[in-house]
């Protein structure tokens, strides 16, 4: 037999748990939205761009010519299907010189809707090969950012890259 002061110790742990229950329902549905309304992880998203410089500089800082530490500054334009999805820069430093080869370090951030990918990879100036760089990171949605970014003709107007971000 249950006596009172047992009975409503039983309804108080009964609401309790049922009160639990509800909570966790209501957080595995908010989870399962913000999922729901967010890129799955591990998937590969894939940019075909244009790339539409409009700033550059190259600054000669040590002696005239080529010399450690010289860099090469820009800005421009990403654009897709015709419409511009994104904004970046970056600069190219030169890291080495090696007869008439100049290897330079590349650091690149773009800002896109939903966040902004940063990349960088080594490149030799002048070089016809495409250029790969590495997505080292980024913000907002592609804060778990990872992948490559493959460039051609670079400083041309017909300049492009193939961007497979995973997230």
Known sequence: ????????????????????????????????????????RGRVEVLELKVQNDQYEALDLGPVGPSLGDMDVYSGTAVQDGRSVGRGGGSCQVVQIDGGGVTTQCLITMAVDGGSLTMQSLW???SSTP?????????GAYASAHGT???WDIGTPDERARAEIQR
């Open 149 to 151: 970014v493959r460039f």
């Open 124 to 126: 030799t100036k002048g």
């Open 1 to 40: 037999m249950v006596t009172n002061g047992s009975s409503r110790r039983y309804l108080t742990v009964r609401r309790l748990l049922a009160a639990s229950l509800a909570a966790a329902a209501i957080g595995v549905a908010a989870v399962g939205t913000a999922d729901a309304d967010s890129p799955r």
């Open 131 to 139: 250029l790969d760089m590495a997505v080292t990171g980024g913000t």
